[in-house]
């Protein structure tokens, strides 16, 4: 399962990494995950930058990385962070992007009106696999990657109870052995890769402004990004608001897809 990010609970620590990229901009620690990565606005009268940071080694260093060359690429054609530095030493590793003039869809203001957020999320996504070329596209992410991803996953001791509630009541081994058996793509796409509701950018008049965290972005069948992506409306607004969604997107519901998608995304 990618790990889920929320908005720090308490007191952050703030990298002197950090501390030097923001020079005399105010520092407030905006998001963090699981992996132990960091998310902090920058601001300045000039306008607001973003810092990604992690600590040295791990995944979450190397997804970095991974994130910085994705935005370079994907930025030629789709709205997202504009890359302004990244790097990695002894002390961490770190990415800098200029903020743009939008509100994460689990922002307050759209937490209070989840279905204009949600039709922002399908058209937003619906754009991003229609505009980023598939021939061009030197990232995968694809069943086969993903599968060898799980398979790690279980030899260092996997366990259902790290799932969503929906896969708890599997064994490892049946669930794995349900990934063996991949639908047929129904659509292949360039897809986000975490196309869960935080990563979404809307605007103050409710239309879709951009995408943020594209560090797994990658080929792959459409339905990797839609099934994760309906499913987190429910984790973010409450239940029945998918079909909005999938209508926004301009696609009829795919329950082999979906489910299929979801229990991917939980092992690997």
Request: proline share 8%; aromatic share 8%.
């Amino acid at each position: 399962m990618n790990p889920i990010a929320s908005r720090p609970s308490g007191p952050v620590a703030v990298p002197e990494r950090v501390r030097a990229i923001a020079g005399a901009d105010a520092v407030e620690p905006v998001w963090q995950n699981q992996l132990g990565g960091l998310t902090f606005r920058l601001t300045a009268t000039a306008g607001e930058r973003f810092v990604k940071w992690s600590s040295p080694g791990g995944e979450a260093a190397a997804k970095l990385g991974a994130e910085a060359q994705r935005l370079a690429w994907a930025a030629a054609w789709a709205p997202v962070p504009r890359v302004l530095d990244a790097g990695r030493d002894d002390t961490g590793a770190w990415l800098v992007t200029r903020g743009i003039p939008a509100r994460s869809a689990v922002d307050p203001r759209w937490v209070a009106d989840p279905r204009v957020a949600v039709r922002a999320i399908g058209r937003g996504l619906r754009l991003l696999h229609g505009a980023l070329p598939v021939a061009a596209c030197p990232f995968e992410w694809s069943v086969e990657s993903r599968l060898r991803a799980a398979d790690r996953r279980i030899a260092s001791g996997m366990r259902p109870d790290e799932w969503f509630p929906e896969h708890r009541s599997l064994s490892v081994s049946y669930a794995r052995g349900l990934l063996d058996d991949a639908p047929e793509p129904d659509l292949t796409v360039v897809c986000h890769g975490d196309a869960c509701t935080p990563n979404t950018l809307i605007g103050d008049d409710g239309a879709f402004a951009a995408h943020v965290d594209l560090g797994s972005l990658g080929v792959a069948d459409r339905w990797a990004d839609l099934a994760v992506a309906a499913w987190s409306t429910e984790w973010n607004y409450g239940p029945g608001l998918a079909p909005a969604l999938y209508e926004a997107y301009g696609v009829d519901p795919d329950a082999e897809r979906i489910a299929y998608y979801r229990l991917l995304w939980d092992l690997g």
